[in-house]
């Protein structure tokens, strides 16, 4: 598969705390993107890193990407409640398909 | 308005019977995707479609059809609907190398 897989599957921290989750994959890419998703809505597109980049970041989000060891990481620093949701890792290997892992949830408690 | 809208929000249907779900873009993007929601599962690829006229299979496309005459317009399909494919539905859409604008979803039981 070429689905990329979310650790921890979910996470629960207090206001104001870092979260970080974190995706592996298992063969080479050419993108990575993140998502979040809010409960019963569609997902919204985070960030998107290409293989030749190390690290990006867009407002409180941190990503990183590690192609040696097939690895990405989300940081969302300073935490809100508004945080709250699932966030999810999808990777294409060519071309603009890309497939998605199965999700970490984030409950961030007020 | 400017955005990606599916149709319909909700839909029960019975086994057998055939379904169509709409997808509508206006960004004209060169890309548009299906995909399936299910616990566990995350999200799967139904089928996708580089252009107009162009689509192609994703992971788990058995059951469904689509059709993209249209750049705006990518609907999809269930020929004969099973129990299995009760699910949440996701349109998206988006330009080469862009990230994906999703729809709001149609949540799809088959009884």
């Not at chain 1, 999810?88 to 294409?92: G, K, V």
């Not at chain 2, 548009?32 to 799967?44: A, E, P, S, T, V």
């Not at chain 2, 994703?58 to 059709?67: A, H, I, K, T, W």
């Given at each position: 598969s070429q689905?990329?897989?979310?650790?921890?599957?979910?996470?629960?921290?207090?206001?104001?705390?870092?979260?970080?989750?974190?995706?592996?994959?298992?063969?080479?890419?050419?993108?990575?993107?993140?998502?979040r998703q809010n409960s019963g809505r569609g997902l919204v597109h985070l960030i998107l890193i290409r293989s030749n980049e190390r690290e990006k970041h867009s407002g409180r989000l941190r990503v990183t990407l590690d192609t040696s060891k097939k690895s990405s990481s989300l940081l969302i620093t300073a935490s809100r409640a508004a945080d709250t949701a699932s966030y999810?890792?999808?990777?294409?290997r060519t071309g603009n398909q890309f497939y998605f892992g199965t999700g970490t949830s984030l409950t961030v408690i007020p | 308005d400017a955005g990606i809208t599916q149709s319909p929000r909700y839909k029960i249907t019975e086994t057998g019977?055939?379904?169509?779900?709409?997808?509508?873009?206006?960004?004209?993007?060169?890309?548009?995707?299906?995909?399936?929601?299910?616990?566990?599962?995350?999200?799967?690829?139904?089928?996708?479609?580089?252009a107009a006229d162009i689509t192609d299979k994703?992971?788990?496309?058995?059951?469904?059809?689509?059709?993209?005459?249209?750049t705006e317009n990518f609907p999809l399909t269930l020929?004969?609907?099973?129990?299995?494919?009760?699910?949440?539905?996701?349109?998206?859409?988006?330009?080469?190398?862009?990230?994906?604008t999703f729809g709001s979803g149609t949540r799809l039981t088959v009884v």
């Open positions: 689905q990329g897989e979310e650790d921890p599957q979910a996470l629960s921290i207090q206001e104001g705390e870092n979260a970080t989750m974190n995706c592996s994959y298992k063969t080479s890419i050419n993108n990575l993107q993140w998502y999810f890792c999808a990777t294409a | 019977r055939q379904v169509t779900l709409m997808c509508h873009q206006t960004w004209s993007h060169s890309y548009m995707f299906w995909y399936r929601q299910d616990l566990g599962h995350g999200l799967r690829l139904i089928y996708y479609s580089a994703g992971e788990v496309p058995d059951g469904y059809v689509v059709s993209r005459s249209k020929e004969s609907a099973t129990r299995s494919q009760t699910s949440v539905y996701f349109c998206a859409s988006s330009g080469t190398g862009e990230g994906y």
